[in-house]
């Protein structure tokens, strides 16, 4: 069994000022969003300037959307006997379902803003998404979130407030999962011109999976439970359709147009203000 770092939740004190590395966490997946974005900007014709808006749009769609689809779909509850809950962010209390539909609809009033095509644009900000994905599950991690099962792993620890018992670090497969492994997929395959589409289908499809099956090892929400069949949690219900619609999007991308010509990096570096 390995030992459960004891990291402080809250990274800086001062005075009442309190900041959370769970906070701190979603910070590094904006940054690292905008850095790449920027990066590739030359891609879709866009300037420095429409990717800081872009992932102002973006970061709107997360909170917002990951807010309010933890309400509804983990803590509606909660929320109707303290209405202010809502507002408590530094707590945790993210739902990335929720956060990916508010993305989904802020990427949509950007592409119509921007005359982009819808698909062209989710291809482009996939690969952008993964580091914050594992940033999130890092300071789910660090806020002694999703424990998991029993187990007799050698690297399971026992969580704090959870007893003796080691458990599986779930968050930090999902780190690895979603984070690294679906970056480096998801960044490689897009350095050469694809079908449109097939990125963003691959992210629905790889997501959907890595989050399905980490929900085996994982504990369900206390207060939900399991939602069907005694072994169906609410992650895994809300990944079943990522999975139809990545499928559907990857077959429906290979009846796209083939790419013409290579993508090429960006030969010279991109100016910060």
Known sequence: MMQYPQIDPIAIAIGPVQVHWYGLMYVVGFVAAWLLGRYRAPRLGLSQDDIGDLIFYGALGVVLGGRLGYVLFYGIDQFLANPLWLFRLWEGGMSFHGGLTGVLVAALLFARRHRLGFFQLTDFIAPMVPIGLGAGRLGNFINHELPGQISDLPWAMAFPHMGSAPRHPSALYEFALEGLVLFAVLWWLSRRP??????????????????FAVEFVRLPDPHLGFIAFGWLTMGQLLSLPMLVAGVALVAWSRRQPR????????ERPISTP
């Open 194 to 211: 694809r079908r449109r589409g097939l990125i963003s289908g691959l992210f629905l499809l790889l997501y959907g999976v890595f989050r």
């Open 259 to 266: 790419p013409v010509g290579k993508a090429r990096e960006p």
